[in-house]
């Protein structure tokens, strides 16, 4: 796996360790935090999807994977309508898990890749579902 897939993964956890750093701070409002935090998320989590749709297009696959690549967009969108709830980010966090073990099951890797691209997702959710957890337990 190039260098830079990794370096960008890594980059994308920025605003989760950011925005869980400002929940100990009073630089913002912490209902602020925790709004960018869900936006963040559910963006984020809609990127997994576009995932599955280029898989499914590239390799000719008709079928679930199609509808489940709509998933994360819907999913992230449901929870932007509901940004306040305090059940959000537990949504969010279990859907980063199912579209891991999703990924697993059903992508279309080249070989070369399925195991450094499958230790890349399990760290980058990880520290995404950590993410979730320590911003649940601040509020």
Not at 77 to 83: E, R, V
Not at 84 to 89: E, I, Q
């Amino acid at each position: 796996m190039q260098p830079l897939i990794k370096q960008l993964g890594f980059a994308g956890l920025l605003p989760f360790i950011g925005l869980n750093i400002l929940t100990f701070t009073d630089v913002m409002p912490q209902s602020l935090v925790y709004l960018y935090f869900t936006q963040y998320s559910a963006v984020l989590l809609s990127f997994f999807g576009g995932v599955h749709w280029y898989d499914a297009i590239s390799s000719h696959k008709q079928g679930h994977q199609m509808y489940v690549a709509m998933l994360p967009t819907i999913v992230g969108w449901l929870c932007l309508t509901q940004s306040g709830a305090p059940w959000v980010l537990g949504i969010l966090s279990i859907s980063y898990l199912l579209m891991m073990f999703y990924d697993k099951q059903v992508l279309t890797l080249p070989k070369d890749m399925v195991v450094s691209y499958t230790k890349l997702r399990m760290q980058l959710t990880t520290i995404v579902v950590l993410s979730h957890a320590v911003m649940i337990f601040s509020r």
